[in-house]
């Protein structure tokens, strides 16, 4: 008997991204139910999926491996408490099952039996005959031996190991996964949620419980009201999944709008040297003050030079917001930036105290399910990177193509994240230009674009100067895409 799941765990259970299933949708191969996906369709589409290639076993199997035992069951596994409630709703739902199972058998044998002895009692009526011999050949079929369904056990494993939330009114899903609280998974799967301190002292983050259980990760400080307990809120950053499916009510942020300015003290974790007029600054927040931020915009960094003054400057975030402690930026040498030129000079030391201000921009992903091209010039690398992380969480794209120019000395200084992303996902390409002119590396792009890329309904992202954007944003024009699908930052 076909069995019925979420589109999510649907990509789970093959091992293909979201996105990939989605397209399928969007191209009639796969048909949803009240947006759910039959394992049976889902094993006509993929006729080759195998339990041992999802992937699942080999985590499992890890676990009995005593040298990654504890890291692994952190992150693969939940508590002991947790996952002997999600195994207790299991067994009772089994429970369920079977009782119900009897009672359809002793109704279908009573039924049977009423049926011979009218049958005796009126043999001239070949109706009850031949219901009688339809109960019987029913009910061997119900108690023959078929072959199960390996999707359906591996959905029922998967509700042991990680729990799907389902957020209201938005509709969206993400899993919860090893000790991870809600707003980690939340986070780490591309949602906007609205939090703050990130530790129980705010109640930002605060969540309405409709369906499902929830269990305490750690204490918290703000103090719920018995209006709010009674109505099911909690704090989604002291708590987690205890049920195998949540659902959630919330809001989440619709764009760049709803993210209000912040100002916070970080601290410098290192200065790392990319090449000699690049670097690396990786700052971190404090664990009660962190930046909520939306991938691909910027921030302003402020930095105290004892006997000069404040300097400042502003650059777009390189890392992605579901690491909201740790704030990656490129900085490159500029004699007008004079941050860049304390930095430069090793003035900046590890540990030193930086004022961050933020975020600003709507260079951001749109909603969408399209795949996405990027392109950058430089540094303009910077917000790209960001994007590409957050959509690589979010799992919602068919595909993603890179296409990063190269015009100074330092050329492709982060080639090997590029080169990475690559090796790990089949849908990413990327393809690195270097040429010393701007107009003539971004007639290189283009040209490499149209090749491969005009003929399908994509988003552009557009990084870095003024020149660069603007060839590219022509060109993407003129052959034919629509301009809500051009999104670009100069630099």
């Known amino acids: 008997m076909s069995h019925q799941v979420s589109v999510w765990r649907a990509a789970q259970l093959v091992g293909v991204a979201r996105g990939v299933l989605q397209q399928q949708v969007r191209a009639g191969a796969l048909v949803l139910s009240d947006g759910m996906v039959s394992t049976e369709a889902l094993l006509r589409l993929?006729?080759?999926?195998?339990?041992?290639?999802?992937?699942?076993?080999?985590?499992?199997?890890?676990?009995?491996?005593?040298?990654?035992?504890?890291?692994?069951r952190e992150r693969l596994l939940p508590s002991q408490e947790v996952l002997a409630q999600r195994l207790f709703a299991q067994s009772q739902e089994l429970a369920d099952?079977?009782?119900?199972?009897?009672?359809?058998?002793?109704?279908?044998?009573?039924?049977?039996?009423?049926?011979?002895?009218?049958?005796?009692?009126?043999?001239?009526?070949?109706?009850?005959?031949?219901?009688?011999?339809?109960?019987?050949?029913?009910?061997?079929?119900?108690?023959?031996?078929?072959?199960?369904?390996?999707?359906?056990?591996?959905?029922d494993m998967l509700k042991v190991m990680t729990a799907q939330v389902t957020v209201r009114p938005s509709g969206n899903q993400f899993l919860v996964e090893g000790h991870a609280n809600l707003l980690q998974s939340g986070l780490h799967s591309g949602l906007k949620l609205n939090y703050g301190c990130g530790n129980g002292s705010c109640g930002m983050c605060k969540a309405r419980v409709i369906s499902g259980e929830v269990t305490r990760t750690q204490h918290f400080d703000y103090p719920l009201s018995e209006t709010e307990k009674a109505?099911?809120?909690?704090?989604?950053?002291?708590?987690?999944?205890?049920?195998?499916?949540?659902?959630?009510?919330?809001?989440?942020?619709?764009?760049?709008?709803?993210i209000p300015e912040q100002q916070l003290v970080a601290h410098v974790r290192a200065v790392t040297v990319l090449a000699p007029d690049t670097r690396l600054l990786h700052l971190q927040t404090p664990r009660s003050h962190r930046l909520r931020f939306l991938a691909g915009q910027s921030v302003s960094l402020g930095w105290h030079m004892p006997g000069q003054g404040d300097v400042h400057a502003t650059y777009p975030v390189a890392s992605c917001p579901c690491d909201d402690r740790n704030l990656l930026f490129f900085v490159t040498r500029d004699g007008s930036d004079s941050l860049a030129q304390h930095l430069f000079a090793d003035d900046i030391p590890a540990g030193?105290?930086?004022?961050?201000?933020?975020?600003?921009?709507?260079?951001?992903?749109?909603?969408?399910?399209?795949?996405?091209?990027?392109?950058?010039?430089?540094?303009?690398?910077?917000?790209?990177?960001?994007?590409?992380?957050?959509?690589?969480?979010?799992?919602?794209?068919?595909?993603?193509?890179?296409?990063?120019?190269?015009?100074?000395?330092?050329?492709?200084?982060?080639?090997?994240?590029?080169?990475?992303?690559?090796?790990?996902?089949?849908?990413?390409?990327?393809?690195?230009?270097?040429?010393?002119?701007?107009?003539?590396?971004?007639?290189?792009?283009?040209?490499?674009?149209?090749?491969?890329?005009?003929?399908?309904?994509?988003?552009?992202?557009?990084?870095?100067?003024?020149?660069?954007?603007?060839?590219?944003h022509d060109e993407l024009r003129a052959a034919g895409v629509?301009?809500?699908?051009?999104?670009?930052?100069i630099s």
């Open 352 to 472: 030193a105290a930086v004022t961050v201000l933020g975020p600003t921009g709507d260079f951001v992903l749109a909603d969408g399910h399209r795949p996405l091209v990027f392109a950058a010039c430089d540094e303009g690398f910077a917000p790209v990177k960001s994007l590409i992380e957050h959509a690589l969480s979010l799992d919602d794209a068919p595909s993603m193509s890179l296409f990063w120019l190269a015009t100074r000395s330092d050329g492709h200084f982060f080639s090997n994240q590029c080169r990475a992303w690559s090796e790990a996902l089949d849908p990413f390409e990327y393809e690195l230009v270097s040429h010393d002119d701007v107009m003539a590396g971004a007639q290189q792009i283009a040209h490499a674009m149209r090749a491969d890329l005009f003929d399908i309904d994509c988003d552009f992202y557009l990084a870095g100067p003024q020149d660069f954007v603007r060839a590219l």
């Open 46 to 72: 993929y006729p080759g999926a195998r339990l041992e290639e999802s992937g699942l076993l080999e985590r499992v199997a890890q676990i009995r491996d005593e040298a990654f035992g504890r890291r692994v």
């Open 231 to 258: 109505q099911g809120y909690t704090l989604m950053c002291c708590h987690t999944a205890a049920s195998s499916e949540l659902t959630l009510e919330l809001l989440e942020a619709g764009g760049p709008q709803d």
């Open 482 to 489: 629509p301009a809500t699908q051009i999104f670009s930052s």
């Open 97 to 155: 099952v079977r009782l119900h199972l009897q009672r359809y058998h002793a109704l279908v044998i009573g039924l049977q039996k009423r049926t011979r002895e009218l049958f005796s009692e009126h043999p001239a009526d070949p109706s009850l005959k031949e219901l009688e011999q339809q109960l019987t050949q029913g009910l061997a079929k119900a108690l023959a031996t078929e072959s199960v369904d390996f999707l359906e056990v591996m959905d």
